[in-house]
């Protein structure tokens, strides 16, 4: 019997344009002239040594900045943060994806509006850290469990965190509304679509492989994200940063192989580990006189 391993690539993968914006504006600020990211411009190593190797320098904190440009990552920052920057007297740039953007005016509005701020995301993640650092009073949950903390607010105004999966925030939407039932709750969606379209497809892709391989960045969280979806649906799911990663023990003939990425993962990086796979297949199917397709 001819038994083979097939290769299926989601149908929505790897960089979004607010990642690929954010690097094409390092880029070109690199070759004019010294810079400084303020974090991870994105959560991909591969991308960060790319800029690195262009003298692009990075930095946690404003005293370790040694030049007189400065830019913000993808992720955003606070309108606090920025303006510490500025007053240094350099010359601040922003790579915010425009949804991040998005993100932050709605829940400013929210704020002016009167509802308490509730932003569904990881605590220390940048992007969390950006939308927060501006409020006063603010809560931040992911889980039923810290739903369950919460202070009881006549008026709850909630937004996400751009990367987190779309159902598991409107799931602690409607805890929050069971939670509070005497509290008016006006939830807006902040999920951003590039994550919602790779989301969907990861779903569409699990269902129909034995094995899936999702490229990203161990830090990036809409690549977390995406693993966890994919073993809703697939018992076998490999998170690597690099085709350097995959194991051939990981696969057997007559297997479909499923791909997805990150939207901080360049093409280079799936393209990459297909070839990999596609390696390996070959092996495996010279060694057992099978085909591969």
Same mark, same amino acid.
């Given at each position: 019997?001819?038994?083979?391993?097939?290769?299926?690539?989601?149908?929505h993968?790897?960089?979004?344009?607010?990642? @690929?914006?954010?690097?094409?504006?390092? $880029?070109?600020?690199?070759?004019?002239?010294p810079?400084?990211?303020?974090?991870?411009?994105?959560?991909n190593?591969? %991308?960060l040594r790319?800029?690195?190797?262009?003298g692009?320098?990075?930095?946690?904190?404003?005293?370790?900045?040694? $030049?007189?440009?400065?830019?913000?990552?993808a992720?955003?920052a606070?309108?606090v943060?920025?303006?510490?920057?500025?007053?240094?007297?350099?010359?601040?740039?922003?790579a915010?994806?425009?949804?991040?953007h998005?993100a932050?005016?709605?829940?400013?509005?929210?704020?002016?509006?009167?509802?308490?701020?509730?932003?569904?995301?990881?605590?220390?993640?940048?992007?969390?850290?950006?939308?927060?650092?501006?409020?006063? %009073?603010?809560?931040?949950v992911l889980t039923?469990?810290?739903?369950?903390?919460?202070?009881e607010?006549?008026?709850?105004?909630?937004?996400?965190?751009?990367?987190q999966?779309?159902?598991?925030?409107?799931?602690? %939407?409607?805890?929050? @509304?069971?939670r509070?039932?005497?509290?008016?709750i @006006?939830?807006?969606d902040?999920v951003?679509?590039?994550?919602?379209?790779r989301?969907?497809?990861a779903?569409?892709?699990?269902?129909?492989?034995?094995?899936v391989?999702?490229?990203?960045?161990?830090? !990036?969280?809409?690549?977390?994200?995406?693993?966890?979806?994919? @073993?809703?649906?697939?018992?076998?799911?490999h998170?690597?940063?690099?085709?350097?990663?995959?194991?051939? !023990?990981?696969?057997?003939?007559?297997?479909?192989v499923?791909?997805?990425?990150?939207?901080?993962?360049?093409?280079?990086?799936?393209?990459?580990?297909?070839?990999?796979?596609?390696?390996?297949?070959k092996?495996?199917?010279?060694?057992?006189?099978?085909?591969?397709?």
């Amino acid at each position: 019997m001819n038994e083979s391993i097939k290769i299926l690539r989601a149908e929505h993968l790897g960089m979004c344009f607010g990642v @690929r914006d954010a690097i094409r504006l390092a $880029t070109r600020q690199a070759e004019a002239g010294p810079v400084t990211i303020l974090g991870e411009l994105v959560h991909n190593e591969r %991308v960060l040594r790319h800029l690195r190797e262009r003298g692009v320098q990075f930095a946690t904190d404003l005293n370790q900045v040694a $030049t007189a440009t400065l830019l913000i990552t993808a992720h955003g920052a606070s309108e606090v943060r920025i303006n510490a920057a500025r007053a240094t007297g350099r010359t601040v740039l922003e790579a915010t994806c425009p949804l991040v953007h998005v993100a932050h005016a709605a829940l400013k509005k929210l704020v002016l509006e009167g509802f308490h701020p509730v932003i569904i995301g990881q605590r220390q993640h940048i992007e969390v850290r950006g939308m927060t650092e501006d409020l006063e %009073v603010y809560d931040v949950v992911l889980t039923e469990a810290d739903i369950d903390q919460l202070g009881e607010y006549k008026r709850l105004g909630v937004v996400s965190q751009t990367t987190q999966h779309i159902e598991k925030v409107r799931h602690l %939407v409607a805890r929050l @509304r069971s939670r509070f039932p005497q509290s008016e709750i @006006r939830f807006r969606d902040t999920v951003c679509q590039p994550t919602k379209l790779r989301q969907q497809a990861a779903e569409t892709l699990a269902s129909k492989c034995s094995v899936v391989i999702v490229i990203g960045g161990l830090h !990036s969280n809409n690549t977390r994200e995406l693993v966890t979806t994919c @073993r809703k649906h697939c018992q076998r799911v490999h998170h690597i940063q690099a085709a350097a990663d995959i194991q051939p !023990s990981w696969f057997e003939l007559g297997e479909t192989v499923g791909l997805t990425a990150g939207t901080s993962t360049t093409d280079e990086a799936v393209n990459e580990v297909e070839n990999a796979l596609r390696a390996i297949a070959k092996q495996k199917s010279a060694k057992d006189q099978f085909a591969i397709y």
